[in-house]
């Protein structure tokens, strides 16, 4: 008989109404049968116990004869099934824990290699073994689902605390300065020329657009500047005009030449460098070189010191009635496990919950319509994951916070309702840097921009990490202006990437991708959303219930599948 993963003891207490301490919930979890000493020893408790204690565990087993198992005994070593002060949060409402499904960590492994493009899910992650159907219609009975517990269900995590490092920056929360006056613009264009410009300085040699007439016709022209118009000509031929501080000037892309590839993968606003030659009345530079300011291919990412991994997550879409709470439990269970025991740090890509009126129609496919009830159910799903893990959370446009980017961290309000496990709550995008390994979180909107817009070739929902690829490509995370991303004027652009990080980590369009880009890692991470009806009407078609799990130490990734 499998033991029980500690998470889910803690759902069948707290569906009880019981918090209980983590000594008391190892012991359950490592009795013979689990949920029969759970009964014993609900049924044992005095009526005005909240908390269930060991002592009460013990009193409860020994009158029934129960036997507790032999795999682990609970002992005070390391943080338990729920860190937090070594008790157990408690308090899952119904919702929440009626819904009976055990632990089943499942999936073989896909580990990314250099330089090669990753990767279909279905294939790098194992086969689906306990096939069930998707939350709200699975039955409430946990004998027939496989617990993978390597025989050591009351497996007790053991985690150094002290070793950990975690640090952030670019985070927008708490210094927006926009107030969307034109002013704003003009200093959050200004920056981000200059900031991106000196990148490509060094590439070419710069002419300021208002000198380039005053040049003699055929000189060698080097231009950066903001794409501020792409058009063809009636020839077939691109005029791409650039801005710089001075003001705009027109080049030359023409067709057939490789450089008219490139073309494809403009989009407004970013900033490109270019080398040409002035034509002969000086009114346009015939364009023989394109620049993006890019990631050095000889880039060397960093890594940890020590064998230690995050789990990269996003669009968890709590309060949807696609949102898949059988996936989450198994996520959250086998994060309990020895399999995953140095999975110390949990990242999440924005999209906690469903958020009210995102998109028309939406509240008929809400499951809780109340936005703060939302992260309050949210809350507790995060509760389940062990309590000793470090989490960091972005918003996404599903979110209480602002739509427009950079966006800042949830409110106090917010805050407030999602204590759990103490997580760092930051902007959309912040760098956030484990153990040395830095870690540009976005949440991904431009990514429908730069999938709508750029030939299927080089950009698809089907390999999201090849549109990340573009984005590292111009050091922006949401170059365009007035598109699908909305973006608001701050003093500084906060979407500009400054530094190249190491890994680059983005959810928002439900697609499992992964790959490395100039030894940069993206990884879009899946979700746990079931299709919904507005994806089927556009064919989207969701990567549910997947968790890459990223080693530090090497960069390689494993997608893990909980579906
Ligand atoms: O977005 C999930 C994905 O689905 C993302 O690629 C956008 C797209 N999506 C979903 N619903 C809509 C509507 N109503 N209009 C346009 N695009 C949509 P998420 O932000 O998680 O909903
Ligand atoms: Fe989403
Ligand atoms: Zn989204």
């Not at 499998?2 to 109404?17: F, I, K, M």
């Not at 403009?266 to 460098?273: H, R, W």
Request: hydrophobic residues 35%.
């Amino acid at each position: 008989m499998p033991q029980e993963a500690p998470a889910r003891v803690v759902r069948e207490l707290a569906s009880r109404g019981y918090n209980a301490e983590r000594e008391a919930v190892t012991l359950l979890a490592g009795a013979d049968d689990s949920m029969a000493a759970i009964e014993t020893v609900v049924e044992s408790l005095s009526p005005d116990t909240l908390k269930v204690t060991r002592e009460d565990v013990e009193a409860g087993l020994e009158r029934s004869g129960s036997k507790r198992g032999t795999a682990h005994d609970g002992g005070d070593g390391g943080d338990g099934a729920d860190g937090d002060g070594g008790d157990v949060a408690g308090g899952v409402d119904a919702g929440i824990a009626g819904d009976g499904v055990g632990a089943a960590s499942q999936g073989g492994t896909g580990t990314s290699s250099t330089d090669t493009p990753q990767q279909d899910p279905s294939v790098s992650t194992g086969e689906d073994t306990t096939n069930r159907s998707r939350d709200g219609s699975s039955p409430r009975d946990v004998d027939d689902v496989p617990v993978e517990t390597k025989g050591e269900g009351s497996f007790e995590r053991t985690v150094d605390e002290a070793l950990r490092a975690i640090d952030v920056a670019g985070d927008v929360t708490g210094h927006s300065t926009g107030t969307g006056a034109y002013d704003d613009f003009v200093s959050v264009f200004r920056d981000r020329y200059d900031r991106l410009g000196s990148k490509l300085r060094g590439r070419v040699n710069h002419r300021p657009t208002d000198s380039i007439e005053d040049m003699v016709g055929g000189s060698d022209v080097g231009l950066v500047g903001m794409v501020n118009d792409l058009r063809s000509t009636k020839n077939g031929h691109w005029i791409v005009e650039l801005e710089d501080t001075n003001g705009v000037f027109p080049c030359l892309i023409t067709k057939g030449r490789d450089l008219a590839d490139l073309v494809d993968e403009l989009l407004f606003d970013e900033v490109i460098a270019i080398e040409g030659t002035l034509s002969d009345d000086g009114e346009i530079v015939f364009v023989d070189e394109l620049y993006f300011p890019d990631v050095p291919r000889t880039y060397e990412p960093s890594t940890a010191d020590r064998h230690v991994q995050a789990a990269l997550i996003s669009d968890v879409h709590v309060g949807s009635q696609e949102f898949m709470a059988d996936a989450w439990h198994r996520f959250a269970d086998w994060l309990h496990t020895e399999e995953a025991e140095h999975v110390e740090y949990l990242l999440i890509a924005g999209d906690m919950v469903e958020g009210v009126g995102v998109y028309p129609n939406q509240d008929e496919e809400l499951d809780v319509i109340d936005l703060y009830e939302q992260y309050e159910r949210f809350s507790e799903y995060l509760k389940e994951v062990p309590g000793d893990m470090e989490i960091v959370m972005i918003p996404g446009n599903h979110d209480a916070v602002r739509l427009a980017e950079p966006q800042p961290g949830f409110d106090e309000e917010l805050r407030d309702i999602m204590t759990a496990h103490d997580a760092k709550i930051v902007g959309n995008p912040s760098t956030v840097t484990v153990e040395g390994v830095s870690i540009l979180m976005y949440h991904g909107v431009s990514l429908d921009e730069v999938i709508a817009e750029f030939p299927e070739g080089k950009a698809s929902y089907d390999d999201p990490h090849k549109a990340m690829y573009h984005l590292l490509k111009k050091r922006h995370v949401a170059p365009q202006y007035g598109g699908h991303t909305r973006v608001a004027p701050e003093n500084q652009d906060y979407l500009v990437i400054d530094d190249v990080p190491d890994v680059f980590h983005t959810g928002h369009v439900h697609k499992l991708g992964f790959g490395k880009y100039h030894n940069v890692l993206a990884i879009n991470s899946g979700c746990w959303q079931a299709q919904t009806d507005f994806q089927k009407s556009v064919n989207i078609d969701p990567d549910v219930g997947y968790a890459p799990i990223v080693d530090l130490d090497t960069l390689d990734v494993t997608a893990r599948k909980f579906v």
